[in-house]
DNA sequence: TCAAGGATTTTTCTCGAGATTTATAGAAGA
DNA sequence: TCTTCTATAAATCTCGAGAAAAATCCTTGA
């Protein structure tokens, strides 16, 4: 197989060094909205925080450029990537180009490896979703794991690793702006039926009915989040 | 517009740090082949080639990492990415995917000052291709560059910074194939009319046509790669 | 009160050296 | 001869301090 696209970390790989680790946690801050979008990140007072020393520290910064978490202005150090209603709108659209074709390809080539792992997917992200109901925090975090396995799991099977590389940048994004809708706005989805119907499409490998139900599934998360006030947008904090 | 996408470089930026000095050259090195696809490259002989300190190359050599011409093997340094005929056929359908829908959307929405930039990068293009004839090289670098102006401009009126962000990432990755078909394979087709009748049928805001000529426009040059013998994506060496 | 200029503080960028880890070469044993 | 272990060499990772740039504050003058 394709050897020369960067395959991204599988969610919790033991950091081998300073820097991964340093760069796992900021991610993780970043995503959580503990560093909003837009506030700059002084490397002096993050050293601190991380807890390693600031070369280590601008190291991290950069390899989260790479995921367009942060951004680097010469000169000027470095920024959370802001937010905009129309650069969610961005993600959303290129998403759905990209996971649906994927989509398509995995059901036409998942052998039964795959659809194994979907199963399993699937089996515990619904399990996720029984315990959403009360608003625990913790349950919510697991509920988004899960989330992008399934998701992860659906397209495994597209032999293209520069569009699940792509998409896999896409939905880490996508998941500040997610994270934004459910603390405001306890969406009345019933997001539980729209992922049995995009399994049961899946595994009848019906392509188009499965894409068809993708795109109506991610749009929906789209539409959530155009009702958020602007200000959420707001995003060019100073600190 | 939408500023959370991090914009490349246009090319030949003034760089205001000794990292983004390094990273410059360093990438055209990669790209150019000075670096050959899976040579190591150690921080300690490279500092010296760049005349940097350790730390400033470490920093340049994460920044192409954004760019997927480097990897990064934690606690083991760093590699340029290896090439394979099946990452370039990746490389390939994924570019098409993205940019025949930009092509889409650029000539659904570009104005007057698209179609003027797409008409002077169509002249210098021309007048580039015109100079191919003798095995100059450094004819051939100017229409490299002139080519990439060329396809970024038909697409430049695409309101997706997503989509364009991973053309050029994948364009970049094509540069190096491209590179390797120019000097062992002088191909025979007739690149400057493949051009003017992708250039027509953009101006004439035919996107059909245009997204079919830009297919096999990039779809030939694939064949052309593929025609190569296998030794030239051997590439796991050892220096 | 406001604007402009300059001095001070903060922050970024850069480098070299020490500590760890990995890779290499050689010796010992089967 | 081949494997395994050990010692040596090389490379990576990490840190703190100094130089350069940017941002901030303060004074001065209209």
Do not use: C
Not at 10 to 19: D, F, I, Q
Not at 90 to 98: F, K, N
């Amino acid at each position: 197989m394709n050897e020369a696209v960067p395959q991204r970390t599988p969610e919790a790989v033991e950091p081998k060094t300073l820097v991964e680790g340093a760069y796992q946690r900021l991610r993780r801050d970043i995503i959580e909205g503990v560093h909003p979008p837009g506030e700059k990140l002084r490397v002096e007072h993050l050293k601190d925080r991380y807890e390693v020393g600031a070369g280590t520290l601008r190291e991290a910064l950069l390899l989260l450029v790479t995921d367009a978490l942060v951004v680097a202005q010469g000169q000027r150090g470095f920024r959370v990537s802001p937010i905009s209603i129309e650069d969610f709108e961005d993600i959303t659209r290129t998403r759905l180009l990209l996971e649906t074709e994927a989509l398509r390809q995995s059901l036409q080539l998942g052998g039964e490896d795959w659809e194994a792992s979907v199963v399993a997917a699937f089996h515990r992200l619904s399990r996720a979703e029984q315990k959403l109901g009360d608003h625990d925090s913790l349950a919510a975090e697991e509920w988004e794991r899960r989330n992008r396995a399934f998701h992860e799991a659906l397209i495994a099977a597209s032999p293209s690793r520069w569009i699940r590389h792509f998409q896999h940048i896409l939905y880490q994004q996508s998941e500040r702006y997610r994270r934004l809708s459910l603390f405001s706005h306890p969406i009345p989805r019933d997001i539980h039926a729209e992922h049995q119907a995009l399994f049961n499409a899946s595994l009848a490998r019906d392509t188009t009915r499965a894409t068809s139900i993708l795109t109506e599934h991610v749009l929906r998360t789209l539409d959530a989040v155009k009702l958020l006030p602007a200000e959420f947008f707001a995003g060019k904090h100073k600190s």
